[in-house]
T-cell receptor, first 111, second 117 residues
Framework: TQLLEQSPQFLSIQEGENLTVYCNSSSVFSSLQWYRQEPGEGPVLLVTVVTGGEVKKLKRLTFQFGDARKDSSLHITAAQPGDTGLYLCAGLPGTASKLTFGTGTRLQVTL | GAVVSQHPSWVICKSGTSVKIECRSLDFQATTMFWYRQFPKQSLMLMATSNEGSKATYEQGVEKDKFLINHASLTLSTLTVTSAHPEDSSFYIC?????????????FGPGTRLTVL
């Protein structure tokens, strides 16, 4: 069973602070996706990373895929209340089409 | 592009009744869709893989006779919760698989909140 552990599980910070969320596994993934989910809604795709060592930026969000494609991180700069939500990483192992979801990180950004 | 819709967005039913949830890909065709269940403050749990024109593949522990999945067209998959009970109350989310730039991506619907009284 491929497991994706996210840390921290919960993070409460003030507006303007920086934060990093980690997504770790002992398994190799052909690609890894990050989603953000707000209460009562479905997950919204933020980014897909496919190459080991790849770094992608989406405004204040920076995503990195580990060299060995076993882990990933999400860094948010100058967090805003609108960043509040559940962040989920999800990996696609090999040629399988089923995503393995991480345990989730709940982020709360307050004024 | 890659918009997935679900209907209804919420439903309340009496114990023992059946409930059908629809998942549609609005601007693309999806040969593969997925059904997830999510409990409060938890991550998504895959229930089954819905394949157009063939039987669904269920994850271990998911009762296929209770959660009936039909993928009759390239844009529609349905999940029917049969003889629903209060323990079936949950947030059900579907997703559709898309190949973008030679890699797999899943786009999710907005979810359906099921409450069984």
């Amino acid at each position: 069973t491929q497991l994706l552990e996210q840390s921290p599980q919960f993070l409460s910070i003030q507006e303007g602070e920086n934060l990093t969320v980690y997504c770790n596994s002992s398994s190799v993934f052909s690609s890894l996706q990050w989603y953000r989910q707000e209460p009562g809604e479905g997950p919204v795709l933020l980014v897909t990373v496919v190459t080991g060592g790849e770094v992608k930026k989406l405004k204040r969000l920076t995503f990195q895929f580990g060299d060995a494609r076993k882990d990933s991180s999400l860094h948010i700069t100058a967090a805003q209340p609108g960043d509040t939500g559940l962040y989920l990483c999800a990996g696609l192992p090999g040629t399988a089409s089923k995503l393995t979801f991480g345990t989730g990180t709940r982020l709360q950004v307050t004024l | 592009g890659a918009v997935v819709s679900q209907h209804p967005s919420w439903v309340i039913c009496k114990s023992g009744t059946s409930v059908k949830i629809e998942c549609r890909s609005l601007d693309f065709q999806a040969t593969t869709m997925f059904w997830y269940r999510q409990f409060p403050k938890q991550s998504l749990m895959l229930m089954a893989t819905s394949n157009e024109g063939s039987k669904a593949t269920y994850e271990q522990g998911v009762e296929k006779d209770k959660f009936l999945i039909n993928h009759a067209s390239l844009t529609l998959s349905t999940l029917t919760v049969t003889s629903a009970h209060p323990e079936d109350s949950s947030f059900y989310i579907c997703s559709a698989r898309v190949m973008r730039l030679a890699y797999d991506t899943q786009y999710f619907g907005p979810g359906t909140r099921l409450t069984v009284l």
